[in-house]
């Protein structure tokens, strides 16, 4: 039996920080119930669940009947993690490298049933990683971790916003599978971007707009989930790609070469392999997908491209004209390359305004350090337009939503045309909306004849047009 | 062993290698990585500073691999495992240092004699050896060969730091300076320079200054502002407060993460700001505070500044080395002991307002020590930037180290050249303090002034805040801020 949980949000408003409200919250949450929190990005969905655990300052109204064991998976809370584990490797004020804190202590500290734990560890597949830092795990692994840790509390309540994001195919279906096992009784919040994505279980929707709950709908309800489905279906208009920078700073490359050639490419750690023999060309115009389970290495092997991997040096990769380890700077190589990932998402923890995170697309710099010209500027606004962010241009960029967020971090990925452009799983946390918006300008730059598109994504669903060419990574 | 290099200058030389340093400015490094570039650069050690240093160094194109002892390499230690899984060459010294062109030294103080020793008679002919800190050449007037070239690069941030603003596309702060006496082709400063550039260095801020400026100064405000007065300040409030009444978990959390929140005032407008998130009565206390601490420990910070000027510092410090640290161990098993260290923070929630509020005492603390360190640095004739950098610019990163891991695992992280100094310090402070700490009740730390009234008098605030604002470190120091905020934040 669901353990009967009644909650109850009665005129509550939710102040985070100062940069951004829920107002006058009416919601109620009988036992039996499973809701889908959804919403357009920015809207609030995130944080009308994270006040089921506990965040935000209640300005309004109160909430009744909260249980004490609320566990919850999110973005938020996952960068919350990496965050505290990155501030610890700071501590070296002289000379001690941090190692990090193993993904066994991060689970152990919340597991109420050890058995369920290990279990979950098994079938989740994070054996091989127990002993491994929490932070150098890749996104996807990141993220098991984090629910396994939250199903093994037993929680009274479980609010899990955007479960499946990052997910390979397997792990989202197993996972999917357990919930269905365990619904009768845990009591489930979700946030998902997509509501056809809305697993069966789920009774309730609740959609969020501007901070506001402003409809309640029960699944069987088939008149209201109509309605509901036509907010889903708002046409955006016809989108241009704006120009890039008309002066052309890049030093020509020779039409003849490959952009990239990888030649048996491997990467290993003192006791570990993420991947070996990896032969991979790249000829200019030839858009490709890489696919590949969590843990296959499909950013260990772009970061090799990028130059963000050390291991880069040992292997034989030639990109741009360059064969590496020869004395070029790793700006030489950026500079021909737009890129966008979780991980550039976490690392971009700098305080600087929306605009100015658009324009460091110029620099290939995280911030921005040099003086923008009047046309970066322009075109920068251009950019806020499409994305309809121009009153907010001046806003701090660290106060934004995770959908936003990776909405401007695309902007700046593609805001030069770069030769080369790298989309690692770029629509993870973007609405139907916001991904279509996404998938659009990718069909564009992709046709525009100047730039080369390299995408990673899970969803079979957001194939772009123009993409012919593929590369599936194996779990090592 | 050779002699103290700075005892063996005349005073003109002192004087001038003391006031050594100066803020250059980006179009001085248009030259970029020019000057190593096709040079073989050797690091030796990789510890977090060795390797940061170097992925930054090998992703501005120039050559580095490591050389370590043949035992790390043998038992594939840490710093083993670091450079091997970062795609470095490493080798022994014999297979390494003969080929260099470039030996950078990145071992702790402790290991340098026994390390140069060790490479400096397979290192090439008319090479260069690289230093981030002095304290070999100048305290324990290590002689290096007449051919060879020495410099020194310190980024003043901890290695991780250095790695993660090369990757935004910036740096951090760094101080360089070349070795006079080893300078033999004049090229010390054109390497310098592009070895700052490599790390990214030049575009937070290069200030040129020289050995001696760099050790003298580094040494004072380690074990004074830096380290010691945290460590003292620390023991004293923690007590004061246990002494009032305040339940101890909140008094052990009020402190752990009470230095770390003033002092990030303190980084981003100086004392001037930090004293301005106090309200007016509580400024004007903290003022007087700090006045009368001020005057009590002035003779103290005087000695260790002579201390350190005459060589007695290091000089009683390597002996102790000489002894196995027998007297650092013992003083670090000491802080291991104190209440302070064995109370865990408490999990209440407290505010960043609430750390201000709350902690008068701290406030005043931070406030004496950073000035103190800082008027008698100048007065010793170092330099005003560099005075700057080694007391006000460095408390939050000391400070933060608190935060995350109490005293114990400060003084642990930090050198031991730091450590030691700051026990001697906190050992002389804390029964300098006593009588001061005496009358001092929980308003000033633990509980806040608690006033219904809020009012003072214009005459005296107006006063007070002048007293503030001039102080000499508060307008270098928004100098030196502005250059940062200007090449950080330009637009």
């Known amino acids: ?476 | 062993m050779g002699t103290n290099y700075f005892n063996s200058l005349s005073l003109r030389e002192q004087l001038e290698q003391l006031g050594k340093c100066r803020f250059m400015h980006l179009d001085e490094f248009t030259e970029g990585v020019d000057a190593l570039k096709g040079k073989k650069m050797v690091i030796i050690g990789c510890g977090a500073q060795g390797l940061n240093q170097g992925l930054n160094l090998r992703d501005s194109g120039l050559d580095v691999s490591y050389t370590l002892r043949a035992e790390a390499i043998a038992e594939k230690r840490q710093s083993w495992k670091n450079a091997s899984d970062n795609g470095f060459t490493v080798g022994t010294y014999e297979d390494l240092i003969p080929t260099a062109d470039v030996v950078l030294n990145l071992t702790p103080d402790k290991q340098h004699t026994a390390v140069v020793n060790a490479v400096m008679p397979m290192m090439k002919k008319g090479s260069c050896l690289s230093y981030s800190h002095g304290f070999n050449i100048v305290e324990e007037g290590m002689q290096i060969r007449d051919d060879i070239t020495v410099i020194m690069v310190a980024p003043k941030c901890p290695g991780s730091e250095v790695r993660a603003e090369y990757v935004r596309g910036f740096g951090v702060p760094t101080l360089i300076a070349v070795h006079e006496n080893n300078d033999p082709n004049g090229e010390g400063l054109a390497l310098a320079k592009a070895y700052a550039v490599g790390t990214g260095g030049h575009k937070a801020g290069v200030l040129m200054s020289s050995f001696v400026a760099e050790v003298k100064s580094d040494l004072m405000g380690e074990q004074t502002i830096l380290c010691g007065m945290l460590q003292t300040g620390s023991l004293l409030c923690f007590d004061k407060m246990i002494e009032e009444g305040i339940d101890a978990p909140y008094a052990a959390k009020l402190i752990q993460y009470g230095w770390e929140t003033v002092t990030e005032a303190l980084k981003y407008g100086g004392v001037t700001n930090m004293m301005d998130r106090l309200s007016n009565p509580a400024k004007i206390r903290a003022f007087e505070l700090a006045d009368e601490m001020k005057d009590i420990m002035r003779p103290l910070y005087h000695k260790h500044q002579d201390d350190i000027m005459t060589g007695h510092f290091s000089s009683t410090m390597m002996a102790d080395w000489a002894n196995d640290d027998k007297e650092l161990l013992g003083w670090r098993a000491d802080t291991a002991e104190s209440a302070f260290e064995k109370t865990a923070a408490g999990d209440m929630e407290i505010s960043e307002q609430e750390y201000f509020d709350h902690g008068i005492l701290m406030v005043a603390m931070v406030k004496a020590g950073v000035e103190l360190a800082f008027e008698t640095m100048t007065d010793a004739g170092i330099i005003a930037d560099s005075a700057y950098y080694e007391s006000l610019h460095e408390t939050p990163l000391i400070a933060n180290t608190i935060a995350r891991k109490k005293l114990y695992e400060m003084n642990a992280t930090i050198s031991d050249t730091a450590e030691y100094g700051c026990y001697l310090y906190n050992h002389a402070c804390v029964p300098l303090l006593q009588d001061f700490m005496k009358p001092l009740k929980s308003d000033v730390i633990g509980k806040g002034l608690q006033l219904n009234d809020m009012s003072v008098d214009n005459a005296r605030l107006i006063e007070v805040n002048e007293a503030i604002r001039s102080h000499p470190v508060e307008a270098i120091g928004a100098e030196l801020r502005g250059h940062m905020a200007d090449m950080k934040r330009i637009v």
């Open chain 1, 1 to 476: 039996m669901v353990k009967p949980v009644d909650i109850a949000f009665e005129d509550v408003s939710v102040d985070f920080d100062g940069h951004f409200q829920l107002h006058r919250i009416h919601w109620q949450l009988n036992g039996g119930q499973h809701w889908l929190v959804a919403g357009p990005n920015g809207a609030g969905k995130s944080a009308l669940a994270a006040v089921l655990s506990g965040a935000g300052d209640i300005t309004n109204g109160a909430v009744q009947g909260l249980p004490r064991n609320v566990s919850i998976v999110s973005y938020e809370a996952q960068a919350e993690l990496i965050a505290a584990e990155l501030k610890k490797d700071d501590a070296d004020i002289l000379d001690v490298l941090s190692e990090g804190t193993p993904v066994a202590e991060i689970i152990e500290r919340d597991t109420r049933d050890k058995a369920l734990a290990n279990q979950l560890i098994e079938q989740f597949d994070l054996t091989p990683l127990l002993n491994r830092a929490f932070r150098k795990l890749s996104t996807g692994e990141t993220r098991k971790v984090m629910l396994v840790r939250a199903l093994a509390s037993e929680p009274d309540l479980l609010v899990l916003d955007e479960p499946f994001d990052g997910l390979d195919v397997n792990t989202h279906d197993m996972l999917m599978t357990h919930l269905h096992g365990v619904v009768d009784t845990t009591p489930t919040v979700m946030v998902l971007n997509r509501i056809d994505e809305r697993p069966s279980f789920i009774t309730h929707i609740a959609w969020v707009e501007a901070g506001q709950l402003t409809h309640c709908v029960a699944c069987d309800d088939e008149s209201a989930m109509a309605e509901l489905i036509q907010w889903l279906h708002l046409k955006h208009g016809q989108i241009e790609l704006p120009n890039p920078d008309p002066i052309d700073r890049l030093p020509a490359l020779d039409p003849d070469e490959p952009l990239v050639q990888i030649k048996e490419a491997s990467v290993r750690y003192a006791d570990n392999v993420v991947f070996e023999n990896i032969s991979w060309c790249i000829e200019r115009g030839q858009h490709w997908q890489l696919t590949g389970p969590n843990g296959s290495g499909k950013t260990c092997l772009l970061s090799l491209i990028t130059g963000d991997h050390p291991q880069c040096y040992v292997n034989n990769i030639r990109v741009f004209g360059f064969q590496r380890g020869n004395g070029e700077s790793i700006w030489q190589i950026k500079q021909f390359i737009g890129y966008v990932s979780t991980q550039l998402q976490w690392e971009y923890r700098v305080g600087t305004s929306l605009k100015n995170v658009i324009i460091s697309g110029f620099h290939d710099s995280i911030g921005l350090y040099t003086k923008p010209s009047d046309v970066q500027k322009a075109v920068a606004d251009d950019w806020l337009d499409i994305l309809g962010m121009s009153s907010r241009a001046n806003e701090p960029f660290n106060q934004l939503s995770h959908g936003d967020k990776r909405l401007l971090l695309i902007a700046r990925a593609m805001v030069k045309h770069p030769p080369l452009l790298i989309l690692d799983e770029p629509c993870l946390g973007l609405d139907d909306m916001n991904r279509r918006l996404v998938l659009a300008l990718i069909e564009k730059i992709c046709a525009s004849g100047k730039t080369t598109v390299l995408y990673v994504n899970h969803h079979a669903e957001d194939k772009v047009p123009g993409i012919e060419h593929h590369l599936a990574l194996g779990k090592s």
